[in-house]
């Protein structure tokens, strides 16, 4: 017989058709330990291998309430894994379990959420992004309805960026900054900085295209005197920005110093305003370097050796015959590389900065999966054992007064509540009672809001001497519904007040 874990090691080594065989051979192993085994595993985060064990219990599994169920939890734990591997920055395996978290559940709203942001952190296929957004739109309600037309809006903005079309990345990320002001999204505060520093981005493009070093100092020069001031926003993209500014600056020094050098000059003294300026450039690079931004830093570390060149060749300065000629010779061939480090800095900067806010946002999908996971995982490991009996409706009693009663019906993944009370007329002459069904797992605020309205109108209908009692007993049993409860209490209370 096939212990569990001799069947561990067989999924870990990759060989799932050979633990797939041992498992119908000696059918030690059933459906549901398999299910049980995901859970645990899917618990601890090794979301791989909890995968494995849920493709096997499908597999063997011959009651099709088990099946359905275990493509649900199946699905979230794609999705889980599918999370994980982005943070590993892995978007194409990301992309992979997304599809299949999808494929098993077309209506699952973050999988499309979290795959369009990805496809907008990959700048590539951003018409599938759009698409993406859509869909997840058309299946999240309230809040996250809204953030997808916002995130939506992002994408254009970005093929505009692309196409260095300021104007319209503007407009855009406006568009994009309304929809997340309205839910009150923190990223409202990036995207405002995003705004204003693109017209900082714009200008420097164009002092950046000027092959004329000294000309392209003035307007770098102009540019950084009109700084945008941006409040709320946050590390990292605040210590990016401060870094980028800095790193502009000491361009435009460095190109400053040599192109002042004259007959006159004191080249010692330059020497050690460059000695100066190297220095300040280490200390942009640290901060760079402190919120692990790469391209910032391979860029100013460039332009550190270029810092360091210059200054060994002062001494050719200082013997030339034209000292402000040959100091000009040398500023404009290193200037091809100073001015190809920075244009390319200046768009990654752009780009990485909304990934790093971008990345917050699927944080925060990735976070309104875990009570589903918990309420899915609860769903499953109640509810198998009894789901194979064969019966359409199993309910539990676990809570009850005088006029409520309160029972958990696993299979259907809901709690049913009922109303005993004498209602002020009869509503069936047969079962004068009311019921309120509230599903397990999450409810958006609109849905929440709606069930509230249903329990005050039920609760009307009892007779009306008894109408505050009911309340009472019905708010003290609501408690008992774990996630869910707590949240329809607070609205039930806020209807009442």
């Given at each position: 017989?096939?212990?569990?874990?001799?069947?561990?090691?067989?999924?870990?080594?990759?060989?799932?058709?050979?633990?797939?065989?041992?498992?119908?051979?000696?059918?030690?192993?059933?459906?549901?330990?398999?299910?049980?085994?995901?859970?645990?595993?899917?618990?601890?985060?090794?979301?791989?291998?909890?995968?494995?064990?849920?493709?096997?219990?499908?597999?063997i599994a011959e009651d099709d309430e088990i099946i359905k169920?275990?493509?649900?939890?199946?699905?979230?734990?794609?999705?889980?894994?599918?999370?994980?591997?982005?943070?590993?920055?892995?978007?194409?395996?990301?992309?992979?379990?997304?599809?299949?978290?999808?494929?098993?559940?077309?209506?699952?709203?973050?999988?499309?959420?979290?795959?369009?942001?990805?496809?907008?952190?990959?700048?590539?296929?951003?018409?599938?992004?759009?698409?993406?957004?859509?869909?997840?739109?058309?299946?999240?309600?309230?809040?996250?309805?809204?953030?997808?037309?916002?995130?939506?809006?992002?994408?254009?903005?970005?093929?505009?960026?692309?196409?260095?079309?300021?104007?319209?990345?503007?407009?855009?990320?406006?568009?994009?900054?309304?929809?997340?002001?309205?839910?009150?999204?923190?990223?409202?505060?990036?995207?405002?900085?995003?705004?204003?520093?693109?017209?900082?981005?714009?200008?420097?493009?164009?002092?950046?295209?000027?092959?004329?070093?000294?000309?392209?100092?003035?307007?770098?020069?102009?540019?950084?005197?009109?700084?945008?001031?941006?409040?709320?926003?946050?590390?990292?993209?605040?210590?990016?920005?401060?870094?980028?500014?800095?790193?502009?600056?000491?361009?435009?020094?460095?190109?400053?110093?040599?192109?002042?050098?004259?007959?006159?000059?004191?080249?010692?003294?330059?020497?050690?305003?460059?000695?100066?300026?190297?220095?300040?450039?280490?200390?942009?690079?640290?901060?760079?370097?402190?919120?692990?931004?790469?391209?910032?830093?391979?860029?100013?570390?460039?332009?550190?050796?270029?810092?360091?060149?210059?200054?060994?060749?002062?001494?050719?300065?200082?013997?030339?015959?034209?000292?402000?000629?040959?100091?000009?010779?040398?500023?404009?061939?290193?200037?091809?590389?100073?001015?190809?480090?920075?244009?390319?800095?200046?768009?990654?900067?752009?780009?990485?900065?909304?990934?790093?806010?971008?990345?917050?946002?699927?944080?925060?999908?990735?976070?309104?999966?875990?009570?589903?996971?918990?309420?899915?995982?609860?769903?499953?490991?109640?509810?198998?054992?009894?789901?194979?009996?064969?019966?359409?409706?199993?309910?539990?009693?676990?809570?009850?007064?005088?006029?409520?009663?309160?029972?958990?019906?696993?299979?259907?993944?809901?709690?049913?509540?009922?109303?005993?009370?004498?209602?002020?007329?009869?509503?069936?002459?047969?079962?004068?009672?009311?019921?309120?069904?509230?599903?397990?797992?999450?409810?958006?605020?609109?849905?929440?809001?709606?069930?509230?309205?249903?329990?005050?109108?039920?609760?009307?209908?009892?007779?009306?001497?008894?109408?505050?009692?009911?309340?009472?007993?019905f708010l003290d049993v609501i408690k008992r519904i774990p996630?869910?409860?707590?949240?329809?209490?607070?609205?039930?209370?806020?209807?009442?007040?």
């Amino acid at each position: 017989m096939t212990n569990l874990d001799e069947l561990e090691e067989l999924l870990r080594s990759g060989k799932d058709e050979e633990a797939y065989n041992q498992i119908k051979e000696d059918r030690g192993i059933t459906a549901e330990i398999l299910i049980n085994e995901g859970i645990t595993f899917g618990t601890l985060g090794d979301y791989s291998i909890s995968i494995s064990y849920f493709e096997l219990a499908e597999k063997i599994a011959e009651d099709d309430e088990i099946i359905k169920r275990v493509r649900v939890i199946l699905a979230v734990s794609y999705y889980n894994r599918g999370t994980a591997y982005n943070k590993l920055k892995k978007q194409e395996k990301a992309i992979e379990d997304y599809n299949k978290a999808i494929a098993l559940n077309p209506e699952y709203a973050t999988a499309y959420a979290n795959r369009g942001i990805i496809r907008l952190l990959s700048n590539v296929n951003l018409y599938k992004a759009i698409a993406d957004f859509k869909f997840a739109r058309d299946f999240f309600e309230g809040k996250d309805k809204v953030r997808m037309l916002g995130f939506k809006e992002w994408v254009e903005a970005r093929n505009a960026m692309n196409m260095k079309d300021w104007a319209g990345f503007r407009e855009c990320m406006n568009d994009a900054k309304e929809y997340f002001d309205t839910i009150n999204d923190p990223l409202s505060h990036s995207l405002d900085a995003f705004i204003k520093f693109s017209y900082l981005d714009e200008e420097l493009d164009h002092a950046l295209s000027s092959y004329d070093p000294m000309e392209a100092s003035e307007k770098i020069e102009t540019t950084l005197k009109n700084v945008p001031e941006v409040e709320g926003l946050i590390d990292p993209e605040r210590t990016i920005f401060n870094a980028r500014i800095s790193s502009f600056a000491i361009v435009s020094e460095f190109i400053s110093s040599i192109r002042g050098i004259d007959d006159n000059t004191d080249l010692g003294k330059l020497k050690d305003e460059l000695a100066k300026l190297h220095n300040e450039s280490k200390e942009v690079e640290k901060l760079f370097e402190s919120v692990n931004f790469d391209a910032g830093k391979t860029t100013i570390v460039n332009m550190q050796r270029i810092i360091s060149s210059v200054k060994q060749e002062l001494e050719e300065i200082k013997w030339a015959a034209n000292r402000k000629q040959t100091a000009l010779d040398i500023l404009i061939k290193y200037w091809s590389r100073v001015r190809g480090s920075i244009q390319a800095l200046n768009g990654i900067l752009s780009r990485e900065t909304e990934n790093i806010a971008l990345e917050r946002g699927i944080e925060t999908m990735g976070s309104k999966m875990d009570d589903q996971f918990a309420e899915t995982k609860e769903i499953i490991t109640e509810g198998i054992e009894k789901s194979i009996k064969g019966r359409n409706e199993i309910l539990e009693k676990i809570g009850e007064t005088q006029n409520i009663l309160l029972q958990k019906d696993v299979v259907n993944a809901r709690y049913r509540i009922e109303i005993k009370a004498p209602l002020i007329s009869s509503l069936s002459p047969i079962s004068p009672k009311i019921i309120v069904d509230i599903p397990m797992g999450n409810l958006t605020e609109e849905q929440i809001k709606e069930k509230a309205e249903e329990i005050i109108c039920k609760i009307k209908s009892v007779k009306e001497e008894l109408q505050e009692t009911v309340k009472r007993e019905f708010l003290d049993v609501i408690k008992r519904i774990p996630v869910i409860g707590k949240k329809l209490l607070k609205r039930l209370e806020k209807t009442a007040d």
